[in-house]
């Protein structure tokens, strides 16, 4: 079975910074199986990035993702307030998700 | 645009079952994957199980096998979860989701139905 790990566990940034979270898996995964979701307090997840590095419909284009193999990244390029959420990578196969980063607002 | 509008909280007993509900409206409902993911106070999303309409089987994720069922009702556009004897650690909260295969995620998501089990 594969395991997602995620890193770090909770990030702190201020607005206006970048922020990379990572996404390991322990073994490879295809790159059009790996996606990323955002979860903001008593909220249901909301989906993100799919195929690694496809936007969903309606993400602004400071999220970006990438990755192969076995690492995969999702960037933000420049926080906005409403960015500080935790975040989940998920391997479509197995429909499993890593244990998630928590972004907050330093 | 399709939405997942699932049934609304519910407290249980110890060893006793719950069935959630998911009811999907605006778009075509039987030929996606309809997921069950669920999360505990504090803590990740944990997937149970799925099933797709059209073709009416469900898999399941071992850990649940034998205490998950997933059903759905293709004439109302309603997909259901129950899990049976309950115990204190299925205290989550349980979200449905929609499966785009072409994605290859989970692209819809219910709105979640917090199940509390407690004596």
Not at chain 1, 37 to 47: C, D, V
Not at chain 1, 78 to 83: G, H, N, T, V
């Amino acid at each position: 079975e594969i395991v997602l790990t995620q890193s770090p566990g909770t990030l702190s940034l201020s607005p206006g910074e970048r922020a990379t979270l990572s996404c390991r898996a322990s073994q490879s995964v295809s790159s059009s199986y790996l996606a990323w979701y955002q979860q903001k307090p008593g909220q249901a997840p909301r989906l993100l990035i799919y195929g690694a590095s496809s936007r969903a419909t309606g993400i602004p284009d400071r999220f970006s993702g990438s990755g192969s193999g076995t690492d995969f990244t999702l960037t933000i390029s420049r926080l906005e307030p409403e960015d500080f959420a935790v975040y989940y990578c998920q391997q479509y196969g197995s429909s499993l998700f890593g244990q998630g980063t928590r972004l907050e607002n330093k | 645009q399709v939405q997942l509008v699932q049934s609304g909280a519910a407290v249980k007993r110890p060893g006793s079952s719950v069935k959630v509900s998911c009811k999907a409206s605006g778009g075509t409902f039987s030929s996606y994957f309809i997921n069950w993911v669920r999360q505990a106070p504090g803590q990740g999303l944990e997937w149970m199980g799925g099933i797709i309409p059209s073709f009416g089987i469900a898999n399941y994720a071992q850990k649940f096998q034998g205490r998950v069922t997933i059903t759905t009702d293709e004439s109302t556009s309603t997909a259901y979860m129950e899990l049976s004897s309950l115990r204190s650690e299925d205290t989550a909260v349980y979200y449905c989701a929609r499966e785009d295969g072409h994605k290859a995620a989970f692209d819809i998501w219910g709105q979640g139905t917090m199940v509390t089990v407690s004596s």
